[in-house]
């Protein structure tokens, strides 16, 4: 059996210390998940595992199950003695999550512990900044970094058009362009891939995420599809997986995603350009909407700023949690939730205090 370069699959420090607290279990890494359990990769090659009855037991809701991408402690190695069984998540250093489908509040982690998210939208009919802005809120909330990925440029007529219009709402934010009738398309992406990192690829169906990873790895491992004449992609990819490249990380590869439900997004990143805005308004709690000396609507009036990225804005913090806070309650919210275990923004800064101070000595 061949020996598995554990960090080179992004295996850190921390996640050994935080596995040494348990005894008689091994570090594995969710590389798919099935209806009824999961395939995991361990130092000695990959096994087929399934949650331990008390991990089901105290399971409280959807995102606490092991997702792809998750460094669980699993009971063995191999086969020889049947499928093994998951008995821990170590701690996710990121996530993508989304909204299940319906009006649940439960939300689905589509992949963990990434480093990079590659945001995949076509230059044809796919293309949808409102839908990328969604994204790029998910993708910033998640801790990882978002990197936008216009894919199928040779169907686009006016690719510098829509270049100005993804660089008008993707701040701080890499956009590479890339090709599918090309071998030389998907290099501008290798400078992303490193031993120890892990990049997943989000996006609808047919925009060529399996196309990419192909290329990326030098065979057609994963099966592609041609976007439909209707111009809607054809579902391809029908679960999350886990791909290891050889001294070059991993790639996790993502089904489409036709809705992109929010339960959190990080909207002062992804909507910076109207946070800067908003602290010039006469109003510290300025709803956009009609306050004197509103500096959002005044962008508005001299067509700094669209009607469309507005009400986007307006759309999204409303799906969040974050509904009705500007962006300084929004800090204060997302400090205190760090502190819950702690009790809060109160004792958030005696702990940072007590920790420049120790610096000091």
């Known amino acids: 059996m061949n020996h598995i370069d554990m960090k080179n699959i992004g295996l850190t420090e921390e996640f050994i210390q935080e596995a040494n607290k348990y005894k008689d279990l091994y570090i594995g890494r969710i590389t798919s998940q099935y209806k009824n359990g999961y395939k995991v990769i361990t130092s000695n090659g990959e096994l087929s595992a399934e949650i331990s009855g008390k991990f089901r037991h105290n399971v409280k809701s959807l995102s606490e199950y092991p997702a792809v991408g998750d460094f669980v402690l699993v009971d063995r190695t191999n086969h020889s003695q049947g499928n093994g069984i998951i008995h821990h998540v170590l701690t996710r250093k990121s996530a993508f999550e989304r909204k299940v489908a319906g009006n649940t509040t439960d939300t689905q982690v589509v ?59 993707a701040f701080g934010v890499d956009v590479l362009v890339t090709t599918s009738i090309s071998n030389d398309g998907y290099r501008s992406l290798q400078k992303y891939l490193s031993s120890g990192k892990t990049l997943a690829f989000i996006g609808s169906s047919g925009v060529g995420k399996s196309t990419l990873i192909n290329c990326l790895l030098g065979q057609s491992l994963l099966d592609t599809s ?56 006469r109003f510290s709690d300025c709803t956009h909407k009609s306050e004197p000396n509103c500096a959002v609507q005044q962008a508005i009036n001299d067509q700094i700023l669209s009607v469309d990225r507005l009400e986007s804005y307006w759309k999204l913090k409303k799906e969040t949690k974050y509904d009705g806070l500007n962006s300084r309650m929004i800090e204060k919210e997302k400090i205190n939730e760090m502190f819950h275990s702690m009790g809060g923004m109160k004792n958030a800064r005696k702990y940072i205090k007590e920790k420049s101070r120790n610096k000091g000595k």
């Open 111 to 169: 992949a963990a512990n990434i480093d990079t998210i590659f945001i995949c939208m076509s230059l044809n009919n796919d293309f949808n900044l409102r839908r990328l802005e969604r994204y790029l809120s998910i993708a910033w909330d998640s801790s990882a970094i978002p990197v936008i990925v216009l894919t199928k440029s040779d169907l686009c007529n006016d690719i510098d058009v829509k270049l100005k219009e993804v660089a008008s709402i």
């Open 226 to 281: 041609e976007i439909r004449s209707d111009d809607k992609g054809r579902h391809t990819t029908t679960r999350r997986d886990l791909i290891i490249l050889p001294n070059l990380g991993v790639v996790i590869d993502t089904p489409g995603m036709r809705e992109l439900g929010i339960i959190s997004a990080d909207l002062t990143k992804s909507f910076a350009d109207i946070d800067e805005l908003a602290s010039k308004c």
